[in-house]
C-alpha cells in the first residue's frame, strides 16, 4: 500500500511530535505533512506560491486541522474548504483540545468528517486513521 498523504495544520509542535509518534508506534502507512496555521493550509490547497510546486506540496488525501490557530483559525478553514468546488470532498478532521459540544457541532456543520478531542497518547485519531486507512485500501482494490 502506498503512504497515504496528510496535511495537518497545527500551531503547537509538542502536538504535532506526539502524532507522529503514534503514528510511527501505529505503523501506519501515512506521510504526515504540516503547516503551522489555517492560513498556511489554505495557501498550500490554493497552490499559491511557494505551494504551486506539487511534487513538494501535494494535494493531501485527508486533511486534519486544529480549531485554535494564530491567523486563520480551524473553523475558517473548515469554511473555506467547505465552499470550495476543488477541495470539499477532500475529508476533514478536527483534532483540537476544545471539548465544547458547540465546536463539535459547527466543525461537523461545516463539514468535518470527524472531532477528536487531543489525548496524550493520541490512541482515538490513530483508530479512526487506521479505518481510513483501510476503507482507502477497499476503494483502491475496486477501481
Known amino acids: 500500500m502506498n503512504k497515504a498523504v496528510i496535511l495537518y495544520a497545527?500551531?503547537?509542535?509538542?502536538?504535532?511530535?506526539?502524532?507522529?509518534?503514534?503514528?510511527?508506534?501505529?505503523q501506519l502507512p501515512i506521510e504526515l505533512l504540516t503547516v503551522s496555521d489555517g492560513d498556511f493550509l489554505i495557501k498550500w490547497l490554493s497552490g499559491v506560491e511557494p505551494f504551486n510546486n506539487r511534487r513538494n506540496y501535494p494535494i493531501p488525501e485527508l486533511i486534519i486541522t486544529d480549531l485554535k490557530m494564530p491567523l486563520t483559525h480551524g473553523f475558517e478553514v473548515l469554511r473555506w474548504i467547505y465552499h470550495s468546488r476543488e477541495f470539499y470532498r477532500i475529508p476533514t478532521v478536527v483534532y483540537s483540545t476544545s471539548q465544547f459540544a458547540s465546536d463539535k457541532e459547527n466543525s461537523v456543520r461545516l463539514g468535518a468528517l470527524a472531532y477528536f478531542a487531543k489525548t496524550a497518547n493520541c490512541a482515538n485519531l490513530v483508530d479512526f486513521l487506521r479505518g481510513w486507512l483501510a476503507t482507502r485500501q477497499i476503494n483502491a482494490d475496486a477501481a
Request: proline share 6%; charged share 45%.
Open 10 to 26: 497545527e500551531d503547537d509542535p509538542s502536538d504535532i511530535l506526539f502524532l507522529r509518534r503514534a503514528l510511527r508506534k501505529a
